[in-house]
């Protein structure tokens, strides 16, 4: 591609670790879409990537390295990121996954043309790649496109909150995504979890969120990120350990403080303890089974009740009316990059 495709629009990709699985991205993002405005925010023990952009194709990549020590840095890495945006748009990346810009163009044009709307994108689809085949899942995220927040009514956008990886990879208004990182940093905590929900939340609280269809602009990749690290039992550990219940607190108080009129703090919270409640009863169990089925060898189990039953890509987006035609060659595009970069640094 020759042209920018997104000139209002920043992707500020986020890394942590695992410098091959983000060399992927950086060199399929090179190949296919090397004219869009990036920053690289490199939170890894070393700077080794920054010689490797500079081997690549970009024209408007900025990075710097900020090495993550804990969750706060983490945080101050993500605001000093967005300190660099000079765009009306931006949105994050994660290290292992992969974004299809000419769908986020429309996400632009989404917004340009709704006010009152604070982010906008399509349900987010995972993939998997495994001995040579690239699988997709139809969709990553549960109950993606069920929880948008597009009421009006604060209430309603509350009561509504179900799931709180919904949104993270939409594309917002600069302005708002730094609001909503700010809001995270204000709040001192010991608990990844409580910063990632405090992220979500404050958008909802920040206005309406639309939750567009027939697309894909953003595919999670599965089995690379540190989600990986929840399987193992961090995340179960965390959440019994007595920070999280101080989490929670200050977590609730907060967000009353900062966002929530007075008429409605007493329902938001019995709504904010009832979804943690809910919520931490189902992820605690679902943690724990997917330890017991994977050290007995029936992890797929598991992941068949959890995700749509993987296909192949090709055969997936051959076979679905539900994707544009721009999206159906977006996809074999990234197919055969997935591929041919695996044979590549399989050698």
């Known amino acids: 591609m020759n042209n920018q495709i997104n000139q209002n629009t920043t992707f500020v990709i986020l890394h942590k670790t695992k410098s091959n699985i983000t060399k992927q991205l950086l060199r399929y993002l090179s190949n296919y879409y090397p004219n869009e405005n990036y920053i690289f925010a490199d ?19 900025k990075y ?14 993500i605001s000093q990121a967005l300190d660099m945006v000079e765009t009306k748009y931006s949105m994050f990346v994660e290290f292992d996954d992969f974004i299809f810009p000419k769908s986020i163009q429309h996400l632009e044009d989404f917004l340009d043309n709704n006010n009152d709307y604070i982010s906008c994108g399509y349900p987010i689809p995972g993939i998997e790649v495994s001995k040579k085949n690239v699988y997709y899942y139809d969709q990553f995220t549960p109950e ?28 917002y208004r600069t302005d708002v995504l730094i609001e909503m990182n700010n ?17 979500a939340f404050s958008a909802i609280c920040l206005g309406k969120q639309k939750r567009l269809t027939n697309g894909i602009h953003y595919i999670r990749q599965f089995n690379t990120s540190l989600e990986t690290n929840l399987v193992q039992g961090q995340f179960v550990r965390e959440m019994l350990e007595k920070n999280f219940t101080q989490d929670l607190n200050l977590a609730h108080t907060h967000i009353l403080n900062k966002y929530i009129p007075k008429n409605l703090q007493e329902f938001y919270s019995e709504e904010f303890f009832n979804f943690f409640q809910d919520y931490t009863e189902k992820r605690i169990f679902r943690n724990f089974m997917r330890q017991k089925l994977r050290r007995i060898g029936l992890g797929w189990i598991h992941r068949q009740k959890f995700f749509k039953k993987k296909k192949n890509i090709i055969s997936f987006i051959r076979s679905s009316d539900n994707i544009s035609t721009p999206n159906k060659d977006a996809i074999h595009c990234l197919n055969n990059f997935l591929i041919e970069d695996f044979n590549e640094t399989s050698k």
């Not at 710097?64 to 890495?77: M, V």
């Open 144 to 171: 993606h496109a069920v929880n948008a927040h597009e009421d009006s009514s604060l209430a309603n956008r509350i009561k509504s909150f179900k799931n709180f990886y919904v949104s993270y990879f939409d594309l």
């Open 43 to 61: 939170g890894d023990d070393s700077n080794e990537l920054n010689s490797y952009i500079d081997s690549l194709n970009f024209n408007s990549l």
């Open 183 to 199: 809001s995270v940093k204000e709040c001192k905590l010991n608990s990844i979890i409580m910063y990632e929900f405090i992220l």
């Open 64 to 77: 710097f390295h900020a090495q993550d020590l804990t969750i706060n840095h983490f945080f101050t890495k």
